[in-house]
């Protein structure tokens, strides 16, 4: 019970909330932290209580719902990040923007406590479209739609996978798509399933080459990208790939493969996001590289690794994008070097976010650093190929937040255009969020990390921090606009756009004209040729009887023409007639009068 | 008289007595419509409430002499199959009667023409003779032509013919076929229990592929499916909103519903032989239909060539219902009950989308999408259902539409892999496509070819709300649906054997 209570709350709360629309916009930002307090308190209560529920959906595939160890880290990071986006939102936004966040975050709560497939598929798809209302949520702006609808229809091309899955899976013998079944079903179709899955997730937590679309979503409202960025949407990807880990480790190669996405992803976007100009831009390379660590956990077995990996970056990064649109509403702007000094105008922002970034930086004893050193202990387990890459990668985060930071904190004397106070309701969130980005990792721990490992990391982190500082020393930025290609996030968009979308739409147009001139061409010349083939045995067969009238009245007609030419209306030209008439009359009597 | 004959032959009865009463205003006229569609649907209800399948597998069975030479009775009942669908017709006829509040065109004429249209539907649905079904399959083709020339929009007059002849030369491919099940049955019936029963084709090769073929070009035409969908798109262009709405939701399922009622079960080893085409016909239409579909400018068109995608879906489960083995029962009975839900949800989301489109021409005078834009602005309850019906159509979960083709897909894939995948592609391109239609008409700056638009009126929300809000109770409480629709689709799937 407490478990449906747990989905159902936001779900039917949000969905309340998002009809009502205008009408609830007064009331709904204490509704929802109203709402937002009840699902922490249900979270934290299913996270002790471990409870498992099951209601009947289809034939013989039931909706199955259970908290386990990894659900129950899930649900509270989930719960957390929700309600710190709540109170952040509540001086800003009304009843749609907080029904859609509930609906959003009820559909992550289903996908992460989901036992069966048909509850996993639901929600996961759920969650797809609401991210589209957000990020589409200034929908005046064509333009921000359109970034929803990349979002939305890119994780669903991926989402296909869960539907091959779930095929597999049955076809594979698994009566009711429990999730557990996974690993045990026939190994062909065991195979497909895990590709499905792994396409899916991947997909989902815009891994290479599926990344672009986070790009894209930054067109939302900052709450809503530090709600998609941390603990739902694109961490649901990363909690697939956990969840199912037996399956990738039975087939022996989606092991492999997740592994290396993950740590190529972390690597390629983590420089990605070395080059933004765009400070939530910025924020969301990192996102896609950090997210590849939790991949990359997946992959290489490390499942605790993983979790802690995706709860410290939670905390995180929910705080430095919740920071990044207090600057975007306050001063207008998200552009790193119009938000030069922005860390010291605003200090409760400024230090939170500091924190926020050296936790990202990977630097000890912040949380990241724990988490991340455990991921790449597990990554040494499988190969040294993997951990040197995935060591790279770390490099490349402390590059990153270091230059945010440093950009953010360097003293500047220019004046903002604009400048608004940032209401409380804003600030409280942010050094909750802090604390946690600060020492969650404790309770992680470094997991089998040697104290090379976690002495190299640190050392690492704390280089490439420095060399960001000293990269962005006075007016200099130095890594600005070097690399257009990482720039533009490897044009990933453009290549998808030219190469799937404007194919599509082509053949789109061909069918259609095709459709329109031979399928529908061939029913016109069939009725055609019927009324041809009429014509034809119409003129054949009725060709006497219908001559042969025409023709009786075409001489009539000639007979009458000839017979009103006479008829001129003058008296001479009738005496002449008549005496011509009389002459041939006397001629016909003389001529047979004889006989 | 039995109950069922009652819900079948009440609206033609009103409809009758509107015609005998000239005198009578389009007021009256009006809420006679709705008052008996109101109360056609209360029966229904009460059919549904009562609902206990006898021995036979069929409720309210009623079997009267009618034309003893040729064996072919009065033989009516509601199983499974057939329940939904009556129900699914009465809720999408009076939703149009509400709907057609604003019709001001010879409304009593136009009352009596969909009244007469509600019994020949639902007639179709509880028959179980083969001449019965074939009557009411014809006469349906009559009212709607002229619900199409007679109230239609510009072109109207090509359209209803174009509509008629092509689907009564289909009509008449599926008497062939119904002849040839007669005259191998021995001895010769039109009872359709009575030919599950006999299956009198079995082992009869040439014979059995040949009255397959008939009645599957029959039953394609009305469906419609690729090759043979080219009625679709001008006849819903051009007709009004409530009778696209009464073609799309209700018109097209007497070809899936005769699938499953008549050509799987009478015909199980024709069935099971030739199932491959009905596989690769089924996801063409899928993928295909999609694609059209996306080129379209025109929003009636667009949601017109996704019926031929949807419908696809319904042969795909079919057809793959005949390639799975007897021991994947549990494959092929999700794959027969996703066929029916797909109906069901069809007729729902496709009837409130064609509603919506009527909606839109009356105030913009255009179904040209680019004539449109931002129209939520000015119209939120119109912008909010038409954002509903598109992610409903699109196959989100928590919409009747992810029921069926989860259903569809998970069941269909073990028998036919290769084909299912590619159906995928299906709900991705119908998200694409209408992503772009609401994107469109909904988002950005407003703008409307008539200058303002005035949001839906009481009447049309009235009628499209409940359609909705059916589409998202069957969506996430589905079995009271399913507890009905699963006996009957196994029953269909033992028949199939094999």
Known sequence: MVLWLLVAVPVMVGVALAVAGRRADRLAPAVAVGTGTVVLALALWAAMARPAVSAPLLDRLPVGLAVDGLSAVMVVTVAAVLMAVLVFSASEFGARFFGLVLLFAGAMLVTVTATTMTALLMSWEVMGATSYALIGFWWRDENRVASGGVAFLTTRTADLGLYLAAGALLAGGSGGLALADLPGIGSGWRDVAAAGLVVAALGKSAQLPFSFWLSRAMAGPSPVSALLHSATMVAAGAYLLLRVQPLLSATGWAAVVVAWVGAVTALVLGAVAVVQRDLKQLLAASTCSQVGFMVLAAGAGGVAAGTGQLVAHAATKSLLFLCAGVWLTALGTKDLHELRGAGRRYPVVGISFGIGALALAGVPPLSIWFTKDAVLSSALHSSAALYAVGLAAAAMSGLYAGRALFLLWSPSDREFDVERRVPRLQQWPLPVLAAGAAVLGVVFGLGDSRWWEAVLSAALALVAVGLAAVATRGAADVVDGRSPVLSAWLHLDALAHKGVVALTVALAGWLARFDDRVVDGGVRVASGLGGAVARVADARVDWSVDRFVQWVAGVTRGLGRSARRPQTGQLHHYYAQAVVALAVLALLVVVFGRG | ?498
């Open chain 2, 1 to 498: 008289m039995d109950v069922l004959s009652i819900v079948v032959f009440l609206p033609v009865a009103v409809a009758a007595a509107l015609l005998a009463s000239p005198r009578i205003g389009d007021r009256v006229a009006r809420w006679t419509w709705i008052v008996a569609s109101a109360v056609d649907l209360l029966l229904v209800v009460v059919l549904w409430i009562g609902y206990q399948p006898g021995e036979s597998g069929f409720a309210y069975e009623v079997d009267r002499r009618w034309i003893p030479s040729v064996d072919s009775g009065y033989h009516v009942g509601v199983d499974g199959l057939s329940l939904p669908l009556v129900a699914l017709t009465a809720v999408l006829f009076l939703a149009c009667a509400v709907y057609s509040a604003r019709e001001t065109r010879r409304v009593r004429s136009y009352a009596a023409l969909f009244l007469f249209l509600e019994t020949v539907c639902l007639g179709l649905f509880v028959s179980l003779d083969l001449i019965l079904f074939f009557v009411f399959f014809d006469l349906s083709i009559v009212g709607m032509y002229f619900v199409i020339a007679g109230w239609g929009h510009r072109d109207a007059a090509r359209a209803a013919l174009k509509f008629f002849l092509y689907t009564f030369l289909g009509s008449l491919a599926l008497l062939l076929g119904f002849i040839g099940l007669y005259l191998a049955a021995s001895p010769h019936t039109f009872d359709i229990v009575e030919l599950v029963r006999q299956d009198p084709l079995a082992g009869k090769g040439a014979m059995a592929a040949l009255v397959l073929a008939a009645l599957g070009v029959g039953l394609a035409i009305k469906t419609p499916t690729i090759p043979f969908h080219t009625w679709l798109p001008p006849a819903h262009t051009e007709a009004p909103a409530a009778g696209s709405a009464i073609l799309a939701g209700v018109l097209l399922k007497m070809g899936t519903y005769g699938f499953v009622r008549i050509a799987m079960p009478a015909l199980p080893d024709a069935w099971r032989r030739y199932a491959m085409v009905f596989v690769v016909v089924g996801v063409v239409s899928v993928v295909y239909g999609a694609l059209v579909a996306l080129a379209q400018r025109d929003f009636k068109r667009m949601i017109a060539y996704t019926s031929v995608n949807h419908m696809g879906y319904v042969i795909l489960a079919v057809g793959a219902a005949g390639l799975i083995t007897s021991s994947e029962t549990q494959a092929r009975d999700l794959a027969v009950t996703g066929a029916v839900t797909q109906m069901v949800s069809h007729g729902l989301i496709t009837g409130a989308l064609f509603l919506l489109a009527g909606a839109l021409y009356d105030r913009g005078g255009s179904y040209e999408m680019a004539a449109y834009s931002g129209l939520a602005a000015q119209a939120p309850r119109f912008a909010g259902l038409t954002g509903l019906a598109a992610f409903a159509s699109l196959g989100l979960p928590g919409f009747s539409g992810f029921i069926a083709e989860f259903q569809i897909f998970t069941g269909s894939l073990g028998g036919a892999p290769v084909s299912t995948a590619v159906a995928f592609l299906g709900i991705l391109i119908t998200a694409a496509l209408f992503l772009r239609a609401v994107q469109q008409l909904l988002m950005g700056q407003f703008r409307s070819p008539n200058g303002p638009f005035p949001d839906l009126t009481a009447p049309e929300a009235a009628s499209i709300t409940p359609l909705i809000v059916l589409a998202v109770v069957v969506g996430l409480f589905p079995r009271f649906l399913l507890d009905v629709i699963e006996p009957a689709s196994r029953v269909v799937t033992s028949v199939l054997g094999g």
